[in-house]
């Protein structure tokens, strides 16, 4: 069966550190890869897309890495703030209407 | 703000009631979604527009029922809901470029749906 696994335990970290978020996945084959902020009572809000072509992207305080033989994405947000704390969700592109997410990872930040 | 504006942003309804979400995107873009969130689960992809035509209804059952009258308008008519139906309903838009692998989802803030 089809599945996206996200670490459903909550993520804490303090700040200044680095976090690391992992989105896993089984029997799909994405052409691209999304990661998503999501804060309480909000919407998704889009991060940085990767493509199965492209190892990693960055994007100021943020990589992605994307590694399809693993099935396996990393989230890095580096010199971690409070600020950062919110759920961070993956999402499968396979095309613009095969688009599947992960359940999401809260990310705590401690001062 | 993301430039997709959803109404109304909470509702409380009865079973045997009829209400209407609405989703409005201000970007131009050829495509609309609606995702059903609940409690602790994935985003659920409800239903795909794509140049105002559907293209996508993922087995959702017939009391949800989309309308899409043009590219920047979006609705989810709703008759005789469950309880269990009761979580957040996203809207989002996106430019569709032509078949290929789509560029980032844009969301709306969501309606917070409570059936009694």
């Known amino acids: 069966s089809q599945k996206i696994e996200q670490n459903s335990e909550a993520l804490n970290i303090q700040e200044g550190k680095t976090a690391t978020l992992t989105c896993n996945y089984t029997?799909?084959?994405?052409?691209?890869l999304q990661w998503y902020r999501q804060d309480p009572g909000r919407g998704p809000v889009f991060l940085l897309l990767i493509r199965e072509n492209e190892k990693e992207k960055r994007k100021e305080r943020l990589k992605v890495t994307f590694d399809t033989t693993l099935k396996q994405s990393l989230f890095h947000i580096t010199a971690s703030q409070p600020a950062d704390s919110a759920t961070y969700l993956c999402a499968l592109g396979e095309n613009f209407n095969k688009f599947y997410f992960g359940s999401g990872t809260k990310l705590n930040v401690k001062p | 703000e993301t430039g997709v504006t959803q109404t109304p942003r909470h509702l409380v309804m009865g079973m045997t009631n009829k209400k209407s979400l609405k989703c409005e995107q201000h970007?131009?873009?050829?495509?609309m979604y609606w995702y059903k969130q609940s409690a602790k689960k994935p985003l659920e992809l409800m239903f795909v527009y794509s140049l105002e035509e559907r293209v996508e209804n993922n087995s959702v059952p017939s009391r949800f029922s989309p309308e899409c009258p043009n590219s920047s308008h979006l609705f989810l008519h709703l008759h005789t809901l469950q309880p269990e139906d009761s979580a957040l309903y996203l809207c989002?838009?996106?430019?569709?470029?032509?078949?290929?692998?789509?560029?980032?989802?844009?969301f709306g803030p969501g309606t917070r749906l409570l059936v009694l």
């Open positions: 970007l131009g873009h050829n495509a």
């Open positions: 029997n799909y084959s994405p052409a691209y």
């Open positions: 989002a838009s996106s430019q569709d470029p032509g078949g290929r692998a789509s560029e980032t989802q844009y």
